[in-house]
């Protein structure tokens, strides 16, 4: 079917961009961490990579539904943290960025009558608000235990592969 206004096909693919760009970043970050040593951070953030995934794929059906064409050769920016704490705080800030660009398209699909994308949107922006609340949980933790006894509590030695 046709969306009612092509601006949706590119909302849709703006954000699949942003989602993409989030999954390979995490899943680098994910196996930076497993390298340094810090396990439990490494699948904590596998697992959000996946979580991203699933919001590019039905991001990719919703763009298919309304005939369009999914956008799969773009991505952002990747910004790599050269530390734990620096990796975390990059996180967060992504979180931060896709709520607000989530938002807008949310609010732009409502202005153009589209409230079935918008409602995509709107639980989007809810699944990036608990990430981003994991993250500064994380950092909060950071801050309190110290980074070298956070770190410590990322290091699982009975993992030998
Ligand atoms: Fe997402
Ligand atoms: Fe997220």
């Not at 709520?99 to 732009?108: H, K, Y």
């Not at 709107?122 to 949980?137: L, P």
């Amino acid at each position: 079917m046709k969306p009612r206004d092509p601006r949706i096909v590119d909302l849709l693919n703006e954000a699949l961009t942003f989602e993409l760009t989030i999954v390979n970043t995490y899943f680098l970050n994910a196996r930076m961490l497993d390298n340094w040593g810090f396990p439990k951070l490494g699948t904590a953030f596998y697992e959000l990579s996946i979580d991203e995934m699933k919001d590019c794929d039905s991001l990719i059906q919703r763009v298919l539904m309304f005939d369009g064409h999914p956008n799969v050769q773009r991505l952002g920016h990747i910004a790599i943290g050269e530390s734990a704490e620096e990796i975390l705080r990059l996180a967060l800030a992504s979180e931060v960025a896709a709520i607000a660009q989530f938002n807008a398209a949310a609010q732009e699909c409502h202005d153009l009558g589209d409230h079935g994308t918008a409602s995509v949107f709107e639980e989007m922006v809810r699944d990036e608000e608990e990430h981003g609340d994991w993250f500064e949980a994380q950092l909060e933790a950071l801050t309190q235990i110290g980074v070298a006894g956070y770190l410590a509590q990322q290091v699982d030695v009975s993992t030998v592969p």
